[in-house]
């Protein structure tokens, strides 16, 4: 069984840019839902979607946003892009014994 | 107040010793709780969960709640140094599936 497949693994961007990060979540889970990590500030959430509706979001500003298509896939997206927006963007999918995540997208802001 | 705090640590035991984690959350109506382990440079992985006070036990890794003390541990017997990573420490207060999360606590085992 294919695991959580996130894309690009990482991206170099320049500030004021936008970026979409893509995530393909385990076949049959229609639950996704997207994390940042920081090593200051840990694992923080930003949303879930489930059946194309977002239903949880964290507390991001409005720069960032998402989306899930009828076959499960999600992408989130970042707009104007700041130095602080630098990490490691993780999504995961599952039901209600886990998360199981994927790899990661690494993104830096220069 | 933190939804979960974790001892950052390092928590340094020596191989084939039990390791301790210990983690506290501050929804007394939390549901249910969750255990990662995170290698560096690596993406968390579920190790195990535990929704009902107790122990539960999954090959070296016991896990143990206490909601009334609003508390939760992770036993890892027989240490081995594979084990060496950042332990993240996760909870979920609803049916939605958003998890809290603590910071981790990094242990390191020693040969």
């Known amino acids: 069984k294919a695991g959580v497949t996130q894309t690009p693994r990482y991206l170099i961007k320049t500030r004021g840019q936008q970026v979409t990060l893509s995530c393909s979540p385990i076949?049959?889970?229609?639950?996704v839902s997207w994390y940042q990590q920081t090593p200051g500030q840990g694992l923080q959430f930003l949303f879930e979607?489930?059946?194309?509706?977002?239903?949880n979001k964290g507390n991001f500003p409005g720069r960032f946003s998402g989306r899930q298509f009828s076959n499960s896939r999600s992408e989130m997206n970042v707009s104007t892009l700041e130095l602080g927006d630098s990490a490691l963007y993780l999504c995961?999918?599952?039901?209600?014994?886990?998360?199981?995540f994927g790899s990661g997208t690494r993104l830096t802001v220069v | 107040q933190k939804e979960v705090e974790q001892n950052s640590g390092p928590l340094s035991v020596p191989e084939g010793a039990i390791a301790s984690l210990n983690c506290t959350y501050s929804?007394?109506?939390?549901?249910?709780f969750f255990w990662y382990r995170q290698y560096s440079g690596k993406s968390p992985e579920l190790i195990m969960f535990i929704y009902s006070n107790g122990d539960k036990e999954d090959g070296r890794f016991t896990a143990q709640l206490n909601k009334a003390s609003q508390y939760v541990s992770l036993l890892i017997r027989d240490s081995q140094p594979s084990d060496s990573a950042t332990y993240l420490c996760?909870?979920?207060?609803?049916?939605?599936?958003?998890?809290?999360f603590g910071s981790g606590t990094k242990l390191n085992v020693k040969p």
């Open positions: 929804d007394r109506g939390s549901q249910s």
């Open positions: 996760a909870v979920k207060k609803n049916n939605f599936n958003k998890f809290y």
């Open positions: 995961a999918s599952g039901d209600s014994y886990g998360y199981t």
């Open positions: 076949s049959g889970h229609r639950s």
């Open positions: 979607y489930f059946s194309e509706t977002q239903r």
